[in-house]
T-cell receptor, first 116, second 112 residues
Framework: DAMVIQNPRYQVTQFGKPVTLSCSQT?????MYWYQQKSSQAPKLLFHYYDKDFNNEADTPDNFQSRRPNTSFCFLDIRSPGLGDAAMYLCATSRRLTSGSGYTQYFGPGTRLTVL | KNEVEQSPQNLTAQEGEFITINCSYS?????LHWLQQHPGGGIVSLFM???GKKKHGRLIATINIQEKHSSLHITASHPRDSAVYIC??????????????FGKGTKLSVKP
């Protein structure tokens, strides 16, 4: 089945130790998103790629970086994780449609990051 | 004031009850989405609406564009419906087109 896959599902890292989360998709969608979701809060968009074009949200900390080497894969790098970065990280994809017609975002299962 | 407001925040129902979750928004949108998130899990897209009404199984979603309001209904609720239901909108301007603005979610618990 076409889907959005995230690895690992659970990640434990130490304070300040770089970590990379991965996302892959078989939907061949143009757009890939990374969200951060803390407990009992709505997901917060960190950045998204439209094809190779990177779009960073204004309030995304510099500590968060992303790479999209090809259509199928997107990575989230956290350079120096702090305790406040412990969260669920959600990847999503969508096929970009013309304005006014909307689209559906397809979400992965998420990676739960713990920072010790 | 949040651009997307949901009510109620928490909802407890008995199995079999008819459930309504409301969402209102204050921005121009190209579409409204209802999403479901189970505890510790990823998010599943239930509906995407730009007008009218959609039905899938026991779930019904409606939207009133003039009133900027949408409702999600669950008929004959079941404990497996227990989850957080999130309303999100995609704005109708270019540039950030496609980025979702999320409501805070409604936590539904259906008791057997």
């Amino acid at each position: 089945d076409a889907m959005v896959i995230q690895n690992p599902r659970y990640q434990v890292t130490q304070f300040g130790k770089p970590v990379t989360l991965s996302c892959s998709q078989t939907l061949n969608h143009n757009v890939m998103y990374w969200y951060q979701q803390k407990s009992s809060q709505a997901p917060k968009l960190l950045f998204h790629y439209y094809d190779k074009d990177f779009n960073n949200e204004a309030d995304t900390p510099d500590n968060f970086q992303s790479r999209r080497p090809n259509t199928s894969f997107c990575f989230l790098d956290i350079r120096s994780p702090g305790l406040g970065d412990a969260a669920m990280y959600l990847c999503a994809t969508s096929r970009r449609l013309t304005s006014g017609s909307g689209y559906t975002q397809y979400f992965g299962p998420g990676t739960r990051l713990t920072v010790l | 004031k949040n651009e997307v407001e949901q009510s109620p925040q928490n909802l407890t129902a008995q199995e079999g009850e008819f459930i309504t979750i409301n969402c209102s928004y204050s921005v121009g949108i190209s579409a409204l989405h209802w999403l479901q998130q189970h505890p510790g899990g990823g998010i599943v897209s239930l509906f995407m609406l730009s007008s009218g009404k959609k039905k899938h199984g026991r779930l019904i979603a409606t939207i009133n564009i003039q009133e900027k309001h949408s409702s999600l209904h669950i008929t004959a609720s079941h404990p497996r419906d227990s989850a957080v239901y999130i309303c999100a909108v995609s704005r109708n301007y270019g540039g950030s087109q496609g980025n979702l603005i999320f409501g805070k979610g409604t936590k539904l618990s259906v008791k057997p």
